[in-house]
């Protein structure tokens, strides 16, 4: 089993020497039967085919409470601090085959580290800019059940990414159960499949934090969510940028020059009254709902 991070120990020092940081019990069983469901109302029209869709926030409201995660996010505004947003999301389910490797996959593994052309436009070791965040909503504590696999010190080593077919002997499975979120740097080497011959569908859902400087990597169609969510969602959409005069220049982006109304996550204030509000609005509508 991984090691579960240690809250005795800065999330940091874990998270910068493993790579990765593991929570188990991220989600309630409830959370997780929710999101679940939502996954297969979005696979319906084709549950027997591996899924891999992006921009999952506007499809269905069961996600949004990922965004601001109690259990989650400060660990995140500890390592990336506030000035973030979720430039990339998606859900994934692979069902059960008979197969016990890749080998029927063309891409095999599909090994990689986030971020696409950051590797090609940075000299290493780039950055670290990015976190990404498994949901892991089914137990994956046993051996082929379809889990992410990852290539241990990968994140510093800056080492090449090995061939789709091949499984290093420095390869490992996150075995974890339903309910775990793990955290993990976007430079550590993973893959985007592993067979699964568990017998039950796997489902996880992924979110990527960056900064908000950074471009989406999803269309990012979520401008109708804009009534449903607070300020600190609204933040983390990208909804909240404004333009903002710096020592009299006219006309700079909130995304390089954040001000309050930018990052309402920076002013933990407003989101409890926001909260304090929500729990008055849910109690006046329950009193007029009898
Ligand atoms: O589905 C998985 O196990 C990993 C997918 C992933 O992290 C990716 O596609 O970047």
Same mark, same amino acid.
């Given at each position: 089993m991984n090691d579960a991070v240690d809250i005795s120990q800065s999330a940091r020092e874990v998270f910068e020497q493993k790579g990765y940081i593991t929570i188990p019990d991220a989600l309630s069983g409830q959370q997780v039967a929710s999101l679940c469901s939502a996954i297969d109302d979005l696979t319906a029209h084709d549950p027997g085919k591996i899924h891999n869709v992006a921009d999952i926030f506007g499809k269905h409201d069961a996600f949004l409470e990922l965004l601001d995660l109690p259990t989650v996010l400060p660990v995140i505004t500890e390592l990336l601090g506030t000035n973030i947003w979720v430039n990339h999301s998606h859900l994934n389910a692979n069902p059960a085959t *008979?197969?016990? *490797?890749?080998?029927?996959? *063309?891409?095999?593994?599909?090994?990689h580290r986030d971020g696409g052309a950051i590797h090609k436009d940075l000299p290493w070791p780039p950055p670290l800019l990015s976190i990404k965040i498994g949901y892991y909503l089914t137990d994956l504590m046993q051996q082929g059940s379809g889990q992410t696999y990852f290539i241990r010190d990968s994140h510093n080593t800056g080492e090449r990414t090995p061939h789709a077919q091949e499984l290093p002997d420095s390869a490992f499975p996150m075995m974890c159960k339903a309910g775990t979120a793990v955290l993990f740097d976007r430079r550590l080497i993973h893959s985007i499949r592993s067979a699964n011959y568990s017998g039950n569908k796997r489902r996880v859902i992924f979110v990527q934090y960056a900064f908000r400087w950074m471009a989406a990597v999803d269309p990012m169609n979520v401008e109708h969510l804009r009534k449903k969510c607070g300020p600190v969602r609204q933040q983390l959409l990208g909804m909240t940028t404004q333009v903002r005069t710096i020592d009299g220049a006219q006309g700079r982006s909130g995304l390089y020059y954040p001000g309050p109304g930018d990052v309402p996550l920076a002013h933990p204030g407003n989101t409890s009254r926001e909260s304090r509000l929500r729990a008055i609005a849910r109690r006046l509508l329950r009193i007029l709902g009898r």
């Amino acid at each position: 089993m991984n090691d579960a991070v240690d809250i005795s120990q800065s999330a940091r020092e874990v998270f910068e020497q493993k790579g990765y940081i593991t929570i188990p019990d991220a989600l309630s069983g409830q959370q997780v039967a929710s999101l679940c469901s939502a996954i297969d109302d979005l696979t319906a029209h084709d549950p027997g085919k591996i899924h891999n869709v992006a921009d999952i926030f506007g499809k269905h409201d069961a996600f949004l409470e990922l965004l601001d995660l109690p259990t989650v996010l400060p660990v995140i505004t500890e390592l990336l601090g506030t000035n973030i947003w979720v430039n990339h999301s998606h859900l994934n389910a692979n069902p059960a085959t *008979d197969s016990k *490797d890749v080998s029927e996959f *063309d891409n095999g593994y599909g090994w990689h580290r986030d971020g696409g052309a950051i590797h090609k436009d940075l000299p290493w070791p780039p950055p670290l800019l990015s976190i990404k965040i498994g949901y892991y909503l089914t137990d994956l504590m046993q051996q082929g059940s379809g889990q992410t696999y990852f290539i241990r010190d990968s994140h510093n080593t800056g080492e090449r990414t090995p061939h789709a077919q091949e499984l290093p002997d420095s390869a490992f499975p996150m075995m974890c159960k339903a309910g775990t979120a793990v955290l993990f740097d976007r430079r550590l080497i993973h893959s985007i499949r592993s067979a699964n011959y568990s017998g039950n569908k796997r489902r996880v859902i992924f979110v990527q934090y960056a900064f908000r400087w950074m471009a989406a990597v999803d269309p990012m169609n979520v401008e109708h969510l804009r009534k449903k969510c607070g300020p600190v969602r609204q933040q983390l959409l990208g909804m909240t940028t404004q333009v903002r005069t710096i020592d009299g220049a006219q006309g700079r982006s909130g995304l390089y020059y954040p001000g309050p109304g930018d990052v309402p996550l920076a002013h933990p204030g407003n989101t409890s009254r926001e909260s304090r509000l929500r729990a008055i609005a849910r109690r006046l509508l329950r009193i007029l709902g009898r």
